[in-house]
């Protein structure tokens, strides 16, 4: 119950349809420590019959020594060079409910009494839950066609359960052709940051 998921990086490099058979694989990359905490980092691999490597994914997290510290201000009026490509809200069973469909069970997510006592001090949604509603939302703004081959997540600080209003913006195309994205609420703190990369299919 006392490690904190970081981020990720994900790279799909085939469709998963549905029904479909998968072989998950796991090892631990890496692991480094200093006086505030253990971090880790894990690569897991989703084969499929047709795909050997149909989603490759990095996992970063950590195992604090010590109270994390708050994150800095927030800088107003970032926004404005940004868009907005979609909004979503989270109710107070949503924890539970992402529980129930991948399996992750820590009750800082969906029991009260654990979650009032956690590094938290309330309950909070999954962050790979806020990915995935991000990621739905950024997909949306994708033309037909498109589809998102990468992403990366960096999970700033986790959203209470429950929250109302959250806010996904994206920046233009990048040179390269990625483009960055934010999580925040409508008081501009910011959740969830990141950069990701659309390919025709």
Known sequence: AGIVNMGC???VNGTIHTGERMLLSGELVDV?????????TARVITRTRRHDRAVDALFHSMLPKQPAAEPGPERAGQESRWE???????????????????????P????DAVARHSLFGQKVLHGFASLSLCWAALQQREPDGSSIQRISARFVRPVPLPSSAMYVFRSGLRPSGARRYLLKNGSHQTFLMGDYSATKI
Do not use: M
């Open 9 to 11: 990086d994900i790279r």
């Open 32 to 40: 480094s420590e200093n006086d505030q905490r253990t971090t880790l």
């Open 84 to 106: 907005t490509a979609g909004a979503w809200a989270v109710d107070e069973h949503d924890g539970l409910r992402f529980a129930l469909l991948t399996g992750d069970f820590n």
């Open 108 to 111: 800082v997510h969906w029991a």
